[in-house]
């Protein structure tokens, strides 16, 4: 799988639609929560969804994931805001009906298109210094089930470590399985099998809260 915010969809996109390992693409539309609806949002949505297009005529097995991590749960009003005008720009593209998105819930999931998918879910703050210690008692499906592995070929825990706090190996010079079992990466697996959390970063980490019981994700 490959998570990006999209950006450099366009220039890639022969590399990544002629790549038979990528299954899924995970492509952050809150990239955008700090800008507001207008023209650049526009140009950014029209790229992505010219490479969705593109991606289901080329790869029709690709999964693609539109995240939209930013929504609050609680709508207070109807003013246009990031989040609700790029779900509008979504549904008239696929030709789905407005009444659609506006039943959507704030974290929920809807099918746009065979193999096309939005996914809602609340804000969170990226877990790098400095912030709050958040505690040592915890569970994440990090290592247990997908690491992130970024463009240097840098080997972490998830893709919240985007800077690389938590480095379990390279494999540029190191076999995947090899880091996997590296000490560092079986004292966090072995940590949360218990719900202890090991790694500073992930003490600070927010979106763990989804992993408790009673937490929605």
Same mark, same amino acid.
């Given at each position: 799988?490959?998570?990006?915010?999209?950006?450099?969809?366009?220039?890639?996109?022969?590399?990544? $639609?002629?790549?038979?390992? $990528?299954?899924?693409?995970?492509?952050?539309?809150?990239?955008?929560?700090?800008?507001?609806?207008?023209?650049?949002?526009?140009?950014?949505?029209?790229?992505?969804?010219?490479?969705?297009?593109?991606?289901?005529?080329?790869?029709?097995?690709?999964?693609?994931?539109?995240?939209?991590?930013?929504?609050?749960?609680?709508?207070?009003?109807?003013?246009?805001?990031?989040?609700?005008?790029?779900?509008?720009?979504?549904?008239?593209?696929?030709?789905?009906?407005?009444?659609?998105?506006?039943?959507?819930?704030?974290?929920?999931?809807?099918?746009?298109?065979?193999?096309?998918?939005?996914?809602?879910?609340?804000?969170?703050?990226?877990?790098?210094?400095?912030?709050?210690?958040?505690?040592?008692?915890?569970?994440?499906?990090?290592?247990?089930?997908?690491?992130?592995?970024?463009?240097?070929?840098?080997?972490?825990?998830?893709?919240?470590?985007?800077?690389?706090?938590?480095?379990?190996?390279?494999?540029?010079?190191?076999?995947?399985?090899?880091?996997?079992?590296?000490?560092?990466?079986?004292?966090?697996?072995?940590?949360?099998? *218990?719900?202890?959390?090991?790694?500073?970063?992930? *003490?600070?980490?927010?979106?763990?809260?989804?992993?408790?019981?009673?937490?929605?994700?």
């Amino acid at each position: 799988n490959l998570t990006t915010n999209g950006r450099l969809l366009t220039a890639r996109q022969t590399t990544l $639609l002629n790549s038979p390992a $990528l299954r899924q693409i995970d492509i952050s539309l809150h990239s955008f929560e700090s800008e507001k609806a207008g023209p650049a949002l526009t140009t950014y949505l029209a790229e992505v969804l010219a490479f969705v297009q593109q991606a289901r005529v080329v790869q029709p097995a690709l999964f693609i994931n539109l995240r939209l991590w930013n929504r609050p749960l609680l709508l207070a009003d109807a003013r246009p805001d990031p989040p609700q005008e790029i779900l509008r720009q979504l549904a008239a593209f696929f030709e789905l009906p407005p009444q659609v998105v506006d039943r959507l819930a704030p974290a929920g999931r809807l099918t746009l298109a065979p193999k096309v998918f939005v996914s809602l879910a609340p804000p969170f703050t990226w877990p790098h210094a400095p912030g709050p210690d958040l505690g040592g008692r915890g569970f994440c499906r990090g290592l247990r089930d997908h690491v992130a592995i970024l463009v240097d070929g840098t080997v972490v825990p998830c893709c919240l470590d985007a800077e690389a706090d938590i480095v379990l190996g390279n494999l540029l010079n190191q076999p995947f399985h090899e880091i996997l079992a590296s000490p560092r990466a079986s004292r966090m697996r072995q940590g949360f099998a *218990r719900w202890q959390v090991v790694e500073p970063l992930c *003490r600070r980490c927010s979106y763990r809260q989804r992993f408790q019981p009673g937490v929605g994700a």
